[in-house]
C-alpha cells in the first residue's frame, strides 16, 4: 500500500533538497521554448515530486500545460492534468498526440515507458513543446542509452534531450538530536575522495529523540546528479557512446554525481554517509 499525504505536498526544489546552483539550472532549461527534461531514478526516489515542483516553476497563466500521468497524485491549480486509461486506449502516447492539437506550451508525461511514447515525445520536442518526463535508470547517463535500447534514434536524442536529471532520496537527520563526530579519513578515502593528512571534517549521527521517535531521522531529503547535454555530450550520443563514457565526460564537465552530493550534504548535517552511500552504492 502506497499512502500519499497530499497535505505535506512541498512544490519548492531548495526545500526538497537543491542547490542554488541546479535550482537555477533547472529553471533555465525548464524555461526555453522546447526540449526534453528527464528525471530518473527508481520506483519510490521522489521524480513526480520533482516534476511537479519543477512544474510550479512554470505555472502561469499565460502558459498553457498539460499532464498525463498514471495516477494523477496530485491536483494542481492552473494545469490540465489527465490520467491515463489503457482500457480504452487513453495511453501516455494517445494523450500526448491529442494535447499536440491543443497547442500547450509545456506538456508532462508521468514516465516514458515505450518506443511509441518515446517518439512521441521526441516529435512534440522537434515541433516546439517544452517536455517533462520520467525514467527508470540509475544514474543520468543512463538514461540516453535506455532511449537507445528503446529503438530512439541517437541524432533525436541529441537534438532533443536538453537535461537529465538522476535523484535518490535520503533520510534526512533529526536537528534535534543528530551528534557530530569528525569523519574517519579512510572511508572518506574508500569513495574516491582526496582528504589532506590533519585534516578535521565533522559529518553526523543520529542519536535518536522524542521529536524524532527515537528513530534519529526526520524526514527525507534528495540527492542529485544534473547531466545538461552540450555539443561534445551530443557527439558522444550519436556515436552511441557507452553510459560510463558519457558519464565521465559529463563529471570532467563539471557535474557532481549523486555521491558527491550527498557527501557535500552530509558534511552539511543534512544526513549521514551511511545513508548517502546506501542508496548510491546499491548492490
Known sequence: MRLLDRS??????ATLGFDPPTVKALTD????PHG???VTGPTGSGKTTTLYATLSLLNAATRKILTVEDPVEYRLAGINQTQVNPQIGLTFAAALRSFLRQ???VMMVGEIRDLETAQVAVQASLTGHMILSTLHTNTAAGAVTRLIDMGVEPFLIASTVSAVLAQRLVRRLCPHCR???QADHAVLRSLGFNVKEGARITL???VGCAACGGSGFRGRIAIHELL?????LSQMVVAQAEA???QRQAVGAGMHTMLQDGLIKAHAGLTTIEEVVRVTREG
Do not use: A, F, G, S
Open 8 to 13: 505535506n505536498l512541498t512544490l519548492d526544489l
Open 29 to 32: 532549461l525548464v524555461h526555453q
Open 36 to 38: 526534453i527534461v528527464l
Open 103 to 105: 497547442d500547450p506550451d
Open 179 to 181: 551528534q557530530p563526530q
Open 204 to 206: 553526523y549521527q543520529p
Open 228 to 232: 545538461r547535454m552540450d555539443e561534445k
Open 244 to 246: 560510463r563514457d558519457i
